[in-house]
């Protein structure tokens, strides 16, 4: 099946630090990723969706200046957490979805802001 | 707008039980349905999925069919074994959303020798 790899998978940063992680389609072309953001034992929350080339939309709720999401390429998107605080920590997943529609999901990052 | 409920957790079986684990969905139109699995410390895998009513979707001896008249979608193993200890996640994807997914809430199944 299609894979999707994200790195890091785990990170921990100071209060006050952007944290960039990655997220890639390594066997297909992802045109459409998604990003979610999961709280312990809890289900996925989605924060935004990306088409390769242009901008991000963003679920309502979700702060595009401090998730800041990029995806250059049809194999690669990049969330950042700018100026992280405490209340960032979470459990982030992104999933990529081909011509298939199917949206395949990486192994997710787990970020700690001390 | 679109929903989907899975019955709460967690659900604690013994080695070789069957499972059920309920799911119902809210939608508009003709949705696709799907069953995602998610292991302690890691993210989702797709486990199966049907997109159009009386399908049934089917792996690794899981198996969920597409209810239209009850809209359900509930998930079966006829015997379950300790590596199915996991999270269950039911959701659709409907026409008027894109290509977003709506999750249900989860279900943790723990498997007991």
């Known amino acids: 099946g299609a894979v999707v790899s994200q790195h890091p998978s785990r990170v921990i940063c100071k209060s006050g630090t952007s944290v960039k992680i990655e997220c890639r389609s390594l066997?297909?072309?992802?045109?459409?990723m998604f990003w979610y953001r999961q709280f312990p034992k809890q289900s996925l929350m989605l924060m935004a969706t990306?088409?390769?080339?242009?901008?991000?939309?963003?679920e309502q709720g979700v702060e595009k200046d401090k998730f800041l999401i990029n995806h250059a390429s049809l194999t690669l998107s990049t969330l950042t957490v700018t100026s992280a605080h405490p209340e960032d920590s979470s459990f982030y997943i992104c999933?990529?979805?081909?011509?298939?529609?199917?949206?395949?999901f990486g192994p997710g990052t787990r970020l700690l802001v001390l | 707008g679109n929903s989907v409920t899975q019955m709460e957790g967690p659900v604690t079986l013994s080695e070789e039980a069957f499972l059920t684990i309920n799911c119902t969905y809210t939608?508009?139109?003709?949705?696709?349905l799907f069953w995602y699995v998610q292991y302690p410390g890691e993210g989702l895998q797709l486990l199966l999925k049907a997109t159009k009513a009386d399908d049934k979707g089917s792996n690794k001896g899981f198996e969920a069919t597409y209810r239209k008249e009850t809209t359900s979608f509930h998930l079966e193993k006829g015997s379950v074994q300790v590596s199915d200890s996991a999270v269950y996640f039911c959701?659709?994807?409907?026409?008027?959303?894109?290509?977003?997914?709506?999750f249900g809430g989860g279900t943790r199944l723990m498997v007991k020798p």
């Open positions: 959701a659709l994807r409907a026409g008027n959303a894109g290509n977003m997914l709506t």
């Open positions: 066997d297909f072309q992802a045109t459409t």
């Open positions: 939608a508009t139109g003709y949705p696709s």
């Open positions: 999933s990529a979805q081909g011509v298939e529609e199917t949206q395949y």
């Open positions: 990306s088409n390769e080339g242009s901008k991000a939309t963003y």
